[in-house]
């Protein structure tokens, strides 16, 4: 009989297979663990935790055994290192929280555990989580396990949770935490080719994931299909009384949601989304998932969301203030990179100086000066009016009957590992043009793969949703899964 | 809006990073892009709409004013890169 490959499993197909007892959560932890550790030079883990997963293992069959397993019981899972773990080293992918080990777990990754799932180690990131290609990681960057046709140019996963995308992607794992701020799940979900979803604003607890911009930041998880997806966010989401911005109402079961009837469902197509240099491909794609949607029974409605072009600029005002706001907490006092200084404030100035990465820095002196004396009001004060007014476009099209919205994820496929210029950020900013209006208006975001570009490169649709209806975005996004062609996984070059 | 180069050390200074000579051009060209990338904001009509303070509509809750954590000092200061009998050390501030 052929050897069972523990690593080509979805995870519904292995949360069941373990509860038929057909192999244990020992042997599937062992296989993951292995994947891992032959996948090294795709650089997706920052920290590897075997013993602690074989120890999650073991608990996790002792609990199978005796019929006690939870929805996720003996599921290895990689958690992107923006996650505090107790006892674990979590850096932020920054060199200021190097040799930071928590003495406590974040809400999020806490109920991960209390459903019986595996750590296999920390993914990871983007400095702080912000970048869209995983360079700025102090890290190293992650190369992706996607290459193009007939090519061996290392890519991007994308990011900032690109540690979370390659390890899905690679089957590192069975699926994987993310955060998202103004795109950092859906792009790399779309650069890969997996499924990552950005709830609603205040549905996952934000308590213990390190901060980057409080009011955009939403947990999530990146996995490889959309059951697998919808199966995390149930045990992800949740009223967490340690975060003043839980919202405090039901965990719907997403799964049940899953096969639904669409028919009847109205789908709003925003003409703005349609930008200059958008690649045909993506023009082609988006007009395919219009086709599947409509052929499902949905109707089809043009819609206008006409402050679309500014969200991208309000971001990069209300972003980085808030990061320069939250980041000041780094000072070389309680945790971290300490340098010494003549006085306090030079160790202060050192050890940021030292301890941040260059977009870092860049980000808290972009978030400082628009925050500081006499520019308050042109910059923070009109970018939080016309955050104002990206919601209201967005409410106007859900009062006038839409269900949900598509568009595509991102305006080109994955691009390569130093290919955009590091003199010019806005190049890398453009990367979240369709992502970071979801997230200044604090909507749910599911981007699913769709397609292959002409290069042999995955890529997604996006679907917004109305606040808290991640159920219609399952059941939406699911229908696309289906009647789009196979994107599939990326063949193992890496080892 | 730009800023020049006696703002960019102003900026730098108040967000508390220590800025060699050589990176202030650089840092001058890149926040001055950003800055371009933003002005377009100059154009929207924002007159009568309210700043967004908070994305979904949310009462901040209050909780009992009571003790419910602490006691914890080796916790709070096991990763302090230099702390002494449970106090975080740090260079002399007073003379």
Known sequence: MAK????????????????????????????????????????????????????????????????????????????????????????????????????????????????????????????????????????????????????????????????????????????????????????????????????????????????FASSLDQAGPIARNVRDTAILLRSMAGFDPKDSTSVDRPVPDYEAALGSSIKGKTIGIPKEYRVDGMSPDIEALWQQGIAWLRAAGANIVDITLPHTAHALPAYYIVAPAEASSNLARYDGVRYGLREQGRDIVDMYEKTRAAGFGKEVRRRIMIGTYVLSAGYYDAYYLRAQKIRTLIKRDFEQAFAAGVDAILTPATPSAAFGIGEKSDADPIEMYLNDVFTVTVNMAGLPGLVVPAGLSAEGLPLGLQLIGRPFEEETLFTLAQVIEEAAPKVGLPEAWWG | MSVDQATVRRIARLARLSLSEADVAPLQGELNAILKFVEALESVDVDGIEPMTSVMPMKLRLRADVVNDGENVAGVTKNAPQSEDGFFLVPKVVE
Not at chain 1, 47 to 71: C, F, I, S, Y
Not at chain 1, 120 to 127: I, Q, R, T, Y
Not at chain 1, 171 to 177: D, E, Q, S
């Open chain 1, 4 to 211: 069972l490959d523990l690593n080509n499993l979805t995870l519904a197909g292995a949360r069941d297979s373990l509860r038929a007892r057909d192999y244990s959560a020992q042997e599937l932890t062992e296989a993951h663990l292995e994947a891992m550790e032959k996948a090294r030079a795709l650089n997706a883990f920052i920290v590897e935790t075997p013993e602690q997963a074989r120890a999650m293992a073991k608990a996790a069959d002792a609990r199978l055994a005796k019929g006690e397993a939870g929805p996720l019981e003996g599921i290895p899972l990689g958690i992107k290192d923006l996650y505090c773990t107790q006892g674990v080293a979590t850096t932020a992918g920054s060199h200021i929280l190097e040799g930071f080990v928590p003495q406590y777990e974040s809400t999020v990754s806490s109920q991960l555990w209390r459903d019986g799932a595996v750590m296999l180690g920390k993914l990871n990131l983007d400095e702080f989580a912000m970048g869209s290609s995983n360079e700025t990681s102090h890290f190293g960057a992650v190369t992706s396990p996607w290459r193009r046709q007939g090519s061996n140019v290392a890519l991007v996963p994308g990011g900032s949770s690109g540690g979370s995308a390659a390890a899905v992607a690679a089957r590192l794992c069975l699926g994987a935490t993310a955060t998202d701020t103004g795109g950092s799940i859906r792009q790399p979900a779309a650069f890969t080719g997996t499924v990552g979803i950005k709830p609603t604003y205040g549905r996952c607890s934000r308590w213990g994931i390190v901060a």
